[in-house]
């Protein structure tokens, strides 16, 4: 049997309420004492690592954050969420993430000195539904790392030279090799002089402090499309994290959030709302505004409405994001019966209620309400 999976927040030690810092601030404190070439003494030093970065794979995506917040590990499962590093792929690219450049304890393989892709950034925005429905665009901010514009990412100050690593001869990677009772083992890992680039800007850019990557904030406008949902994504190529060594940027996903409307409720593309009707208005008939997301529209209501009779408005719902086509608005009526009367008014119910016969209370429907009772409960 499967051992049940802990709690993040647990592992990581940190709140539920903790931002995006504390959580980056405290995998970044585990990930270094945790890793298995650094800590030597613990066996379990592996595994344990691997339950913090899958830990913080959850809690640093707002979308699988928000799954797990309300459902736990059976939701992220549920909603295809696959644990083992899906959002990064690999250890090398949990700690490229953060440390700028593969693996630096090479446990993992490292980096060969190639290209290496930037991180993807997680953001979020805050539409209405009425946006949602017509499209509109938002302007999300988020935090990235950049390529540095005054050295062209390549760390070396402007007219100054860059030369082979003295360290690695321009490998990128450092060999070491264990004896153990197997025989010799070899591990590569990558240079700690030159972060596996193979070369060393002998005067370092003065921007970035020789990185070749400085952290930066943007503004940018995003596209919502008509017809989107509450919690599905945007990707956006390429607006990521700068990639390194002539590696391509990651990509920004823009997690949109689609505040509740008090008059309607979504149900797919179609809406539903609920509209409030006299009881003398529903035996007689009448005529009725109806909100929908072209304005009001008169709605015609028959003699005899039945409380939670359902009139559609064809066409009157959200448009859908692949058809095009739009839902319908459900309009469900809700006979009210007045509880406070006058003595007029009690005199005048009295007196049309002593008119009322069995051939006007009973249903007419082609389903009674109590074939509907007896079939819902079956």
Do not use: W
């Not at 540095?148 to 100054?160: L, V, Y």
């Amino acid at each position: 049997m499967a051992s049940m999976k802990r709690d993040p927040y647990e592992l990581l030690g940190v709140p539920r309420d903790a931002d995006e810092q504390q959580i980056k601030k405290s995998f970044r404190k585990l990930a270094r004492e945790l890793h298995p070439d650094v800590n030597r003494h613990d066996p379990e030093a592996e595994e344990k690592f691997k339950e913090a970065a899958e830990a913080y794979e959850i809690l640093s995506d707002s979308e699988r954050r928000a799954i797990f917040d309300r459902y736990g590990h059976e939701g992220l499962g549920a909603r295809g969420f696959e644990s083992g590093f899906s959002g990064f792929g690999s250890f090398a690219d949990i700690f490229d993430a953060f440390f700028g450049g593969g693996d630096p304890f090479g446990a993992f393989g490292g980096s060969s000195g190639g290209p290496i892709q930037g991180g993807d950034v997680a953001v979020s925005v805050e539409v209405s539904l009425m946006d949602a429905a017509r499209g509109t665009q938002a302007a999300v901010d988020y935090d990235v790392v950049d390529t540095c514009e005054h050295c062209r990412g390549n760390g070396a100050e402007p007219g100054t030279p860059i030369k082979e690593c003295e360290r690695c001869g321009g490998a990128g990677q450092l060999r070491s090799v264990t004896r153990t009772a197997f025989g010799q083992l070899v591990r590569s890992h990558v240079c700690d002089a030159c972060g596996g680039d193979g070369r060393i800007a002998v005067e370092p850019c003065a921007e970035c402090g020789g990185r070749g990557r400085v952290a930066t904030r943007r503004t940018l406008e995003v596209d919502i499309p008509a017809g989107i949902a509450d919690e599905q994504r945007i990707r956006l190529t390429g607006r990521g994290h700068a990639g390194e060594r002539g590696g391509p940027p990651g990509d920004l996903y823009v997690l949109v959030r689609v505040t509740p409307d008090e008059r309607f409720v979504r149900d797919g593309n179609d809406l539903v709302s609920v509209i409030d009707l006299a009881a003398p208005q529903a035996a007689l008939g009448a005529r009725v505004s109806v909100p929908t997301l072209d304005g009001d529209e008169e709605v015609e209501i028959d003699p005899g409405t039945q409380p939670g009779t359902v009139i559609t408005l064809r066409g009157k719902g959200m448009p859908s994001l692949r058809r095009g086509r739009r839902g319908d608005q459900r309009v469900v009526v809700n006979v009210v019966i007045p509880r406070k009367l006058n003595g007029e008014q009690r005199d005048l119910l009295e007196r049309f209620a002593a008119t009322l016969g069995d051939e006007n209370l009973s249903d007419h429907s082609d389903e009674s309400l109590f074939a509907r009772v007896r079939r819902a409960l079956s």
